[in-house]
Nanobody, 122 residues
Framework: QVQLVESGGGLVQAGGSLRLSCAASGRTFSNYHMGWFRQAPGKEREYVASVDGSGTNTYYANSLNGRFTISRDNAKNTVYLQMNSLKPEDTAIYYC???????????????WGQGTQVTVSS
């Protein structure tokens, strides 16, 4: 089992930045491919970004246009999502998730956090 706890969400004005954190506990953190997903009201949960176990390789949804950066610190069992140039359409609940395989497919992530709300005002 892997337990995941997100933090860092909040209210920010358009153009601002936030950094989300996800603290993991349980099994060996570096064994897991870590991802961030988000779900806006009335929409499906969508892939945002992910990072491999070593932190060497990162992957992003095409729609982000370079505004977000995912990283991890295996010594701290934590994965981060730095979000810059935020837009109102980035408003969503952001979820951290862990997968045993390198993937962006939601169903392949076995472990999920409870989510953290990000609200971007115009």
């Amino acid at each position: 089992q892997v337990q995941l706890v997100e933090s860092g969400g909040g209210l920010v004005q358009a153009g601002g930045s936030l950094r989300l954190s996800c603290a993991a506990s349980g099994r060996t953190f570096s064994n897991y491919h870590m991802g961030w997903f988000r779900q806006a009201p009335g929409k499906e949960r969508e892939y945002v970004a992910s990072v491999d176990g070593s932190g060497t390789n990162t992957y992003y949804a095409n729609s982000l246009n370079g505004r977000f950066t995912i990283s991890r610190d295996n010594a701290k069992n934590t994965v981060y999502l730095q979000m810059n140039s935020l837009k109102p359409e980035d408003t969503a609940i952001y979820y951290c998730a862990a997968s045993e395989v390198r993937t962006g497919i939601r169903s392949r992530y076995a472990y999920w956090g409870q989510g953290t709300q990000v609200t971007v005002s115009s």
